[in-house]
């Protein structure tokens, strides 16, 4: 497992089928895509992102937002110093956490700085005995692509996809991404969950309701 937080369903309809295949090859061009991305091109347009973040209403008001820590190989999206200034403020800091046996992603509170560790997972997160969170404000979801109405595609394993509806609402979704990760429309599967907005470094989309 390489760090796969993330979603594609797996139901055996000709629809589903079609939206993983379809999926399956946007996420290889993808993920190509970003691998030609320097660690100062993606630092500058993380920076940009993190703005845009700190700008938002939900963001302002938060009490308790979950984030996630960057796969550095894998050029994603660093919300590192995002981290930095909520913590900063009193905003307690969530991370996504796997159960090896059972597979259920869920969040997990961590001190300020996180204190977190790579688990046999492929990412870092929080300790099994830091406290779960049963409620948060706001969800930053990492994303491989993404598209204007809130789809996104993941790693495929279906983990956001499972836990967002736990959370959200009340809490609101946010997909995060460079902008070269936008696409005009992603396929939808019967357990695609999509998100509330969108922020890349270029621009911010609220998903209509």
Request: hydrophobic share 40%; with cysteine; aromatic share 6%.
């Amino acid at each position: 497992m390489t760090g796969d937080r993330d979603g594609v369903d797996a139901e055996p309809t000709a629809e589903s089928v079609l939206a993983h295949k379809v999926k399956a090859e946007l996420r290889k061009r993808l993920r190509a895509l970003r691998r030609t991305s320097t660690v100062e091109a993606c630092r500058q347009r993380s920076e940009k992102i993190i703005a845009a973040l700190l700008a938002r209403d939900e963001i302002i008001r938060a009490k308790s937002v979950a984030l996630f820590w960057p796969i550095e190989e894998k050029r994603e999206v660093d919300l590192r110093p995002l981290g930095d200034a909520l913590g900063a403020r009193g905003v307690r800091l969530a991370y996504p956490t796997i159960d090896q046996d059972s597979r259920v992603m869920t969040f997990r509170f961590a001190t300020h700085p996180p204190a977190l560790e790579e688990r046999g997972m492929g990412f870092c997160e929080p300790h099994p005995d830091a406290e779960e969170a049963q409620t948060l404000d706001v969800v930053v979801v990492p994303a491989i692509g993404v598209d204007p109405m809130g789809h996104r595609i993941g790693y495929g394993a279906g983990y956001y996809d499972r836990t967002l509806p736990r959370f959200c609402p009340p809490a609101i979704a946010i997909a995060v991404a460079f902008d070269y990760q936008l696409v005009i429309e992603v396929p939808k599967g019967p357990h695609d969950v999509a998100v509330n907005a969108v922020v890349t470094d270029l621009r911010v989309i609220d998903v209509p309701l």
